[in-house]
């Protein structure tokens, strides 16, 4: 196992305060639903949930802002929210961390994506969808796109979090590409991550850093991968497919491995989780915390070593949650090499 110097991680989120991160993708709304199930419903065979409370969460890109709110960065948001409830319910979670919401388009041709959870005793009983996944109208993409080139400078970081909602649309994809070109994203500037969808992977051509999971980096490379070297080789492949500096593929319970271009070489980082009980929302919280390590001018390593240290917490806890900067802190004081 490979870990960083406790001196170096704890300075790197120091550094991390207030540093400003644009996040854009698609906004979900996560809501969960507590019960109890004490009985079988007589009219089919399925649970009865007695509910006791119920809760609204930041999902999607917005997970990817909250844990950069609550790791002490200064996150901006561009995407797109309906004219309902939910987006109202939405904005004041954004409200609440501080956010800057000036970059969110409303789009009254679709309802605010929804994810409702039915959760009794942990244990999710059903999950409800209410989206819509098809490319936005050009009007709103285009709006879009404009949030997005006109926070892009006043960042230390951009975050593409694609969700496959329509959000990131082909305007969107233009934009990064061009600020690309333009030497106003990347490792030597700022870096641009990318979380990314299978929707557009034919379009992905652009990015410093990119954040597949073990199926989408199979999927995505053409490589198989049964352990850390098949990892090394989905990585190198997608670096050249996508014209990237820096792949991360997660492999869960394997870890992660975190390889470079230009000959730099790669290191495989084993996972920090002690105990999973939701893997919901883990790779958002190595999206946040690893682009945020970055953007202060931390080494690949450290800023891998702090997001396999957060997400190592989140999966402790039920549903999406974000990482606790002062439990991220003790957990490095307790996994970190003395310095």
């Given amino acids: 196992m490979v870990l960083g110097n406790k001196k170096d991680l704890l300075a790197t989120l120091d550094r991390i305060v ?19 199930v004490e009985r079988i419903s007589p009219e089919a065979p399925v649970p009865v949930v007695e509910v006791q409370r119920m809760e609204d969460r930041l999902g999607g890109a917005g997970n990817v802002v909250r844990n950069l709110a609550t790791i002490g ?39 605010t994506t929804l994810k409702t959870r039915v959760i009794a005793h942990t244990q999710q009983v059903v999950r409800i969808d209410r989206e819509k996944r098809s490319g936005e109208a050009a009007e709103v993409s285009q709006k879009v796109a404009q949030a997005l080139e006109g926070a892009i400078d006043a960042s230390k970081a951009v975050i593409l979090s694609d969700y496959g909602k329509g959000a990131v649309s082909q305007k969107v994809l233009d934009t990064l590409l ?9 490792l030597g500037s700022r870096p641009l991550f990318v979380d990314p969808h299978p929707r557009n ?21 053409g490589c198989p991968i049964g352990g850390v070297e098949d990892a090394f080789k989905a990585a190198e492949a997608l670096m050249k497919r996508w014209n990237s500096e820096m792949m ?40 946040a915390v690893f682009c945020a390590a970055l953007a202060t001018g931390a080494t690949p390593i450290v ?20 990482v606790d900067v002062e439990r991220l802190r003790a957990e490095v004081q307790h996994f970190g090499a003395a310095a």
């Fill in 303 to 322: 800023a891998g070593v702090l997001a396999n240290i957060a997400a190592g917490i989140v999966v402790s806890e039920v549903g999406t949650v974000a």
């Fill in 178 to 186: 061009r600020a690309r070109e333009q030497g106003r994203l990347g």
């Fill in 73 to 111: 960065a200064k996150p901006s948001v561009v995407g797109t929210v309906g004219t309902d409830e939910e987006a109202s319910a939405m904005m004041r979670l954004f409200e609440e961390i501080g956010a800057d919401t000036g970059g969110i388009v409303v789009d009254a041709s679709r309802p």
């Fill in 201 to 221: 992977y034919d379009n992905y051509r652009f990015m410093s850093v990119a954040k597949p999971n073990r199926k989408e980096a199979e999927i995505a490379s």
């Fill in 248 to 287: 991360v593929v997660t492999l869960g319970e394997g870890g992660m491995v975190v390889q470079q271009a230009n000959g730099k070489g790669g290191v495989h980082l084993e996972t920090m989780a002690r105990e999973v009980f939701d893997v919901s929302g883990a790779g958002d919280t190595v999206t």
């Fill in 18 to 36: 207030s540093t400003p991160i644009l996040v854009a993708g698609d906004l979900i709304l996560d809501r969960y639903v507590w019960g109890k």
